[in-house]
């Protein structure tokens, strides 16, 4: 069964400083990895989407890597601020499922605070 | 800019009320998605729509039924509301059916959310 696993759980740092979340995934066939923001009460906003062959990307301050080998990726948060207070959700995309599209596989989230 | 809408964000309905959930996109995309999302289980699919009168179940159809009459809509309803269907409910929108080619980059688009509570 497809999985996606998320950590850590929940995340509190102050502002300024930096972190990293995680996600693990069995996905297979792999087709993308995308990194998505949800503020509290909101839809999920994109941050990142990368395919096998990408290693790394950014978005302003926050930096997206994947190791599809290991099947893992983070997501790194430079001089974190207030705004960055959210959920975050790793998506993996399973490659050529369905005539309806590839079938995405959620994460349940980090839940990140950042404090002054 | 891009848009996917959700016609309603707060809803409280009584166990066995047929509840309808609109959503609409303005972006001309082929592909429609209804999520709902509890703490702790992520996002999972109830159906998604890959063109106009096209439907297909997801992970947690049961309960559930979908209308696409229009591109640009793709409604979810709710036959007969139970309790255990509180939660939040997200449409989603993506750009192309991505199911035959290897990279797809597109970006799938959420709406805001709709809170339903069934009392």
């Known amino acids: 069964k497809n999985q996606v696993e998320q950590s850590p759980q929940s995340l509190i740092i102050l502002e300024g400083k930096n972190c990293t979340l995680q996600?693990?995934?069995?996905?297979?066939?792999?087709?993308?990895l995308r990194w998505y923001k949800q503020d509290t009460g909101r839809g999920p906003v994109s941050l990142t989407i990368?395919?096998?062959?990408?290693n790394t990307k950014s978005n302003g301050r926050y930096t997206a890597t994947l190791d599809a080998d290991t099947k893992q990726s983070s997501l790194h948060i430079t001089a974190s601020q207030l705004s960055d207070s959210a959920s975050y959700i790793c998506?993996?995309?399973?490659?050529?499922?369905?005539?309806?599209?590839?079938?995405?596989?959620f994460g349940t989230g980090t839940q990140l605070k950042v404090e002054l | 800019d891009v848009k996917v809408t959700q016609s309603s964000r707060y809803l409280v309905k009584r166990t066995g009320e047929k509840v309808f959930l609109e959503c609409v996109q303005d972006m001309d995309h082929e592909n429609m998605f209804w999520y709902r999302q509890d703490p702790g289980l992520g996002l999972r699919l109830i159906y998604f729509s890959y063109d106009v009168k096209m439907k297909e179940k997801g992970d947690i159809p049961e309960g559930y039924s979908v209308s696409r009459e229009k591109k640009e809509r793709f409604s979810l309803i709710l036959e007969s509301a139970s309790t255990n269907q509180t939660s939040m409910y997200l449409c989603?929108?993506?750009?192309?059916?991505?199911?035959?080619?290897?990279?797809?980059?597109?970006?799938?688009?959420f709406g805001e959310g709709s809170w339903l509570t069934v009392v």
């Open positions: 998506v993996v995309s399973e490659n050529g499922v369905t005539g309806g599209g590839n079938k995405l596989t």
């Open positions: 989603a929108s993506s750009l192309d059916r991505d199911s035959w080619i290897i990279y797809s980059g597109n970006t799938i688009y």
């Open positions: 990368m395919t096998f062959s990408e």
């Open positions: 996600c693990n995934y069995t996905v297979s066939p792999f087709s993308n």
